[in-house]
């Protein structure tokens, strides 16, 4: 019974050696692990429609400013066409009266020169003779400063000029001359300015020396112009409504052909001005259809512009969507290439997950079994060395041989407990530390042939506890290391997100083949998936030879810093 009772008491001094884990809180719901996946269908619509929107609305935007710009060329171009006609028509009537003062003002010349060689040497030359006696400055003198007896004076004049001999018979032949013809006033002016004759008796005397037609006609060159009359004194009496050319003309006379003369003679061109005047309303009228007929036109090309370029958008428009339904066919195609791979990429991630939990899980049995048999065993041999020391008391060999069975007990015990801590299973969250399950891995790894070298393990000290899957951070752990090659380190230390663990290899050269990198590669994938889980973060550095992780940290209200 004492032997048995010291066994039982070696068995619980072995367990109290085993391998210290932190405790384990309440569990929390398990963590998902499917990620998301890229969405090419959702962002490509979203991407493709705002972009093919953007397009319609900028060809609608310049199709209608092209439209507007068309239209406004249109009524440019008329309006321009419109003023030029009018222009047109307004210099062809000017031109029209001034051609027919033109032709009129020579026949005005060429009736003076007729009348002129009927009655100047015979008439006119006389009476203008007499004339030169009768002075007219005292009127001139009078016109500056009081303009009634001006007039008075120059109606004296008149008088007496009416009174010279030949007046009447100069009058009478002038009016039997030119009765029944156009010319509707005749009248003779001296050198000196003054009327010495006047088919309208009214206006002899008259000083005409200020008229810029006299002096024009006085220099040698006639002069005429159009003028509009409402009343009108002729040889028949008085008109009304009458156009009228006037013309000074010069007479000349003598070897030297010196003007001895002016004529002035009003002729009557109101038919050939009213149809000049008709010409010009219809020039207007023909300017005007063809001013509807342009506006028109531009009308009818502005609707055929209009009407192709809304064919246009409907056409551009049409391939547009067509083109957007024909992307969006491949893209759906794509999409599910990209779902089938993305859930066959999930599948074999499951089952590799599965797998992992499936060996952690044997292992964790193989585990137990094995720290239970042995455990059993080699309390019963340390408890047995120990009662042989005792009885052997003195014999130094039998004492050292029991202290030796007693450390290999210890040392076998603590190999079962770290195997069977590193191969515990679970798919909770737990508030840890990741020291220890960090140094299961290395501990696990250490008969791993693979590593030449033992990995090297550099724990931190007063790390903050995190809330994790301990089997994903293994998982981490166990998908990483047989990525690197050469010495492997790896120390924890704090970090601002929390905990950092930085991974260190010094690479020994070797490349990996095509089936090595696709093995690396969906290491990595596992890797990158299983922090994420954490809520953690995977940074690379050095060509791939430094890994930095940081897991966030949780504080809790038991956690022992």
Excluded at 328 to 353: K, M, N, P, T, W
Aim: charged share 25%; aromatic share 6%.
């Amino acid at each position: 019974m004492r032997i048995l009772a010291k066994i039982q008491a070696r068995q619980r001094g072995f367990q109290a050696m085993s391998v210290d884990l932190p405790p384990a809180p309440a569990a929390s719901e398990p963590v998902a692990t499917s990620r998301p996946h890229f969405r090419l269908q959702r962002y490509f619509s979203i991407a493709a429609l705002i972009a093919f929107t953007i397009v319609g609305i900028a060809l609608y935007v310049m199709e209608r400013a092209e439209m507007v710009f068309f239209a406004e060329v249109q009524e440019g171009q008329s309006r321009l066409f419109s003023e030029a006609q009018s222009e047109l028509s307004v210099e062809t009537e000017q031109t029209a009266r001034r051609s027919l003062v033109k032709a009129q003002e020579a026949a005005n010349v060429n009736l003076t020169h007729l009348f002129a060689n009927s009655l100047w040497d015979s008439q006119i030359a006389p009476l203008l003779a007499r004339a030169q006696a009768i002075s007219p400055d005292r009127c001139r003198a009078l016109s500056s400063s009081d303009a009634a007896a001006a007039q008075a004076c120059q109606g004296e004049v008149g008088l007496r000029l009416k009174l010279l001999p030949g007046f009447a018979d100069l009058d009478q032949r002038a009016i039997a001359t030119m009765r029944g013809s156009t010319v509707f006033k005749i009248k003779v002016f001296d050198l000196r300015g003054l009327t010495i004759y006047s088919s309208d008796h009214r206006q002899i005397g008259e000083d005409k020396r200020g008229n810029a037609g006299w002096r024009s006609a006085a220099g040698g060159r006639a002069a005429s112009e159009l003028t509009h009359r409402d009343h009108f004194s002729t040889f028949e009496g008085v008109v009304e409504n009458r156009d009228l050319i006037s013309s000074y003309i010069p007479v000349h006379r003598g070897k030297d052909n010196a003007v001895v003369g002016v004529f002035e003679i009003y002729a009557d061109v109101t038919p050939l001005l009213d149809q000049v005047k008709l010409s010009s309303e219809q020039l207007e009228r023909l300017i005007a259809a063809n001013q509807g007929k342009i506006e028109q036109t531009a009308k009818r090309d502005v609707n055929i512009v209009a009407g192709n370029s809304s064919d246009l958008l409907r056409v551009v428009g049409g391939l547009l969507v067509l083109l957007f339904v024909s992307l969006l066919l491949i893209v759906r195609r794509g999409q599910a290439i990209i779902d089938s791979q993305h859930a066959a990429q999930e599948r074999s991630i499951a089952q590799e997950h599965l797998w992992h939990r499936e060996k952690m899980a044997a292992m964790s049995a193989l585990a137990a079994n094995v720290s239970h048999e042995t455990g059993n065993a080699l309390t019963i041999i340390a408890a047995l060395g120990q009662q042989l020391a005792d009885k052997m008391d003195g014999d130094s060999e039998a004492a050292e041989a029991a202290d030796s069975i007693q450390e290999q007990s210890r040392r076998i015990f603590r190999m079962t407990r770290q195997i069977s801590a590193f191969a515990t299973a679970s798919d909770r969250p737990e508030y840890t530390s990741v020291n220890p399950v960090i140094e299961a891995v290395c501990y696990f790894f250490s008969f791993d042939r693979r590593f030449h070298s033992p990995i090297e393990f550099h724990p931190g000290e007063q790390l903050p506890w995190c809330d994790l899957i301990p089997d994903f951070l293994k998982e981490v752990l166990m998908n990483l290391l047989p990525t690197l090659s050469g010495r492997i380190s790896i120390e924890t230390g704090p970090c601002s997100k929390g905990v950092r663990i930085r991974v260190r290899a010094e690479p020994d050269g070797k490349a990996l083949g095509p089936e090595e990198q696709s093995l690396k590669a969906n290491r990595m994938e596992i890797v990158a998936q299983r922090l994420g889980d954490m809520g953690g973060t995977l940074a690379v550095g050095e060509q791939g030879a430094l890994f930095d992780i940081e897991l966030p940290a949780v504080m809790r209200e038991d956690s022992p810093h």
